[in-house]
């Protein structure tokens, strides 16, 4: 089974570095030629389906793929974004500036408590619980299309790293992560591929 792991395309936030968490904004411009651009890729994949955070930016990346394959996109609850509600619509700059303690302690300590922010112990939680139901209901290629602290809590899990490491990679806005899972043993395929996004100018 492969599990094709999609970070959502892009929005009018992330074009200009604010925090997102659960503002419920859609694609913009660049993000609806990504997502086509995803569709390209996957359109010679032999998809069996697709799921979703339930936030519009992840849905409407993943829809973008599933029609390639007359599939119906499946939400799945646990996929969603962080909640990072004391640091919403807030450019990241600034974030660091106003927030500088905060920030540390939640980018550093996976058990951090902060009013307003989840932590990212809790957001790896519920992305195992997310990644078991999926491999329990079976396919052989599936997508799966989330958010930024999931995807990075969903590779920490796969590769035993430990969660303070969870920013030491790069997930780009629809960007694909592939895991390969055979004889009960889960691999990194590929990791924050984008090669498929040189079309989009």
């Known amino acids: ?17 604010r925090w997102q968490g659960r503002i419920d904004l859609p694609l913009d411009g660049i993000g609806i030629r990504q997502a086509q651009a995803l569709a390209l890729k996957f359109a010679p994949v032999l998809v069996d389906k697709v799921y979703s955070s339930p936030l519009k930016r992840a849905l409407q990346t993943a829809e973008e793929i599933a029609k390639v394959h007359g599939l119906s996109v499946e939400i799945i ?20 500036k106003k927030f500088a303690r905060e920030y540390k302690e939640w980018a550093t300590n996976p058990n951090a408590n902060i ?10 939680e519920r992305t195992k619980k997310a990644l078991e139901k999926i491999h ?9 299309v989330t958010h930024a602290v999931v995807v990075r809590t969903a590779v920490c899990h796969i590769m035993n790293m430990p969660l303070e490491s969870f920013r030491e ?7 694909v992560t592939t895991v390969l899972v055979k004889n009960g043993w889960w691999r990194i395929y590929s990791l924050n591929d984008t090669s498929h996004l040189e079309v989009v100018l």
């Open 1 to 17: 089974m492969k599990i094709h792991i999609v970070r959502h395309a892009s929005t009018e936030y992330n074009t200009q570095r």
């Open 169 to 175: 990679f790069i997930v780009h806005n629809a960007s």
């Open 77 to 96: 609850d646990d996929l969603i974004e962080s909640e990072l509600s004391l640091w919403e619509g807030m450019p990241a700059d600034e974030v660091k």
């Open 136 to 144: 329990n209901l079976g396919g052989e290629e599936v997508v799966v």
């Open 115 to 124: 009013e307003g922010i989840e932590n990212v112990r809790s957001v790896y």
